[in-house]
């Protein structure tokens, strides 16, 4: 990627802004994108998509479409933020309809509304898509209901992730009876999450789930408790993305452990023989 982001832009300035798509790709399946993503995905000149949204829905761009990745990882960024929104400018100044595809939801830990702040800021029109986020995307390729009559009347989506090398994490959000905690981007810090919900009074066979690469074919699930869950986490070696699940609807059906249960044959069949 070159520094220069303008390097990216074929098209000279047009008289007539363009227009951009802040577009929700739903998690891993790429079937699960609405049908308003879809129709813009056909029709946009210009594709800024992340390492999160499935490559295949590239595949519905148009031939002459600018496909432009600007995907981060863990430490990685191939485009700064602030770039990224600059670019979205750059292109909607030569007159492109911009698709911004985002995986998942943009607007649920996804800086979509950073995005649309700068955009606003710049005079640039500016439409959102929202899309199928990983929580409700992984509870129902699990069928872990994030709420139900019985176990869970509230639902919390948290961050999981570290911000200038610590946690910061709302403590007693996550603590709350009788509802369902969802950490995104959490799978790195795992042990350290579950240590510190015990030693804050969390019981510790409190059922915990992790689904990597949730609703895809690579789908993986773990199943344990608060004690135990980041060791099996650690002997499956899942991968991110993964989306962990605290609470009792964990095991309100069965279904999760299953797939759990899959996993580990999986693994059992792929590891090498020792002696």
Known sequence: MENNILNLVKTPPSSTAGHIYLVGAGPGDPELITLKAMRLLQQADAIVYDRLANPQLLDHAQENCDLIY????????????????????????????????????????????EEV???????????????????????????????HRDHAHAVSFITGHRQNGKIDINWDLALCKDSTVVFYMGL??????????????CPADKPFAVVAQGTSNQQQVVVGDLSNIAKKVENAALASPALLILGDVVKANGYAQSLANQTALKLATTLPEVG
């Open 117 to 147: 702040d700068y955009l606003n800021q710049q005079g640039i029109k500016c439409t959102v898509i929202p899309g199928i986020t990983a929580a409700t995307g992984c509870a129902a390729a699990t069928q872990i209901p994030l709420t």
């Open 70 to 113: 600007v995907g981060k990882k863990r430490d990685q960024h191939s485009l700064p933020q602030e770039q990224i929104s600059e670019l979205l400018v750059a292109l909607a100044r030569c007159g492109k309809n911009v698709v911004r595809l985002k995986g998942g939801d943009c607007f649920v830990f996804g800086r979509g509304g």
């Open 188 to 201: 790195c810090n795992l042990q350290d999450i579950t240590t510190e919900l015990i030693k804050r009074g």
